[in-house]
């Protein structure tokens, strides 16, 4: 099993930025990639970045530009630096984990999920 405890979640004003933690504890041994997804309400889970074994990334188009997603293996944690947040990146953003050499963008690939934190951002 896999235990994976977000953080750095909170509330922000438009155009300003915070940095989301995404820590893994119990069986991480492998190779495994991390995501970040978000959920705003009455939306389904969306895609937001992604980072695989190698320190690929990909991103969704809505952050491709502000978000920046990265990895601490040696610490087991993935963060997601978020700059010039708008209004419609309020969510609660969630991360997972994936394992294997894959770049996972969907929902469906992912093994091991977070339960979440909130991020709003004021107008």
């Known amino acids: 099993q896999v235990q994976l405890v977000e953080s750095g979640g909170g509330l922000v004003q438009a155009g300003g930025s915070l940095r989301l933690s995404c820590a893994a504890s119990g069986r991480t041994s492998g190779t495994y990639g991390m995501g970040w997804f978000r959920q705003a309400p009455g939306k389904e889970r969306e895609f937001v970045a992604a980072i695989n074994w190698s320190g690929y990334t990909y991103y969704a188009d809505s952050v491709k530009g502000r978000f920046t997603i990265s990895r601490d293996t040696a610490k087991n944690t993935a963060y997601l630096q978020m700059n010039s947040l708008k209004p419609e990146d309020t969510a609660v953003y969630y991360c997972?984990?994936?394992?294997?050499?894959?770049?996972?963008?969907?929902?469906?690939?992912?093994?091991?999920w977070g339960q979440g934190t909130q991020v709003t951002v004021s107008s």
């Open positions: 997972a984990l994936v394992f294997g050499l894959e770049l996972a963008t969907m929902k469906s690939q992912y093994d091991y």
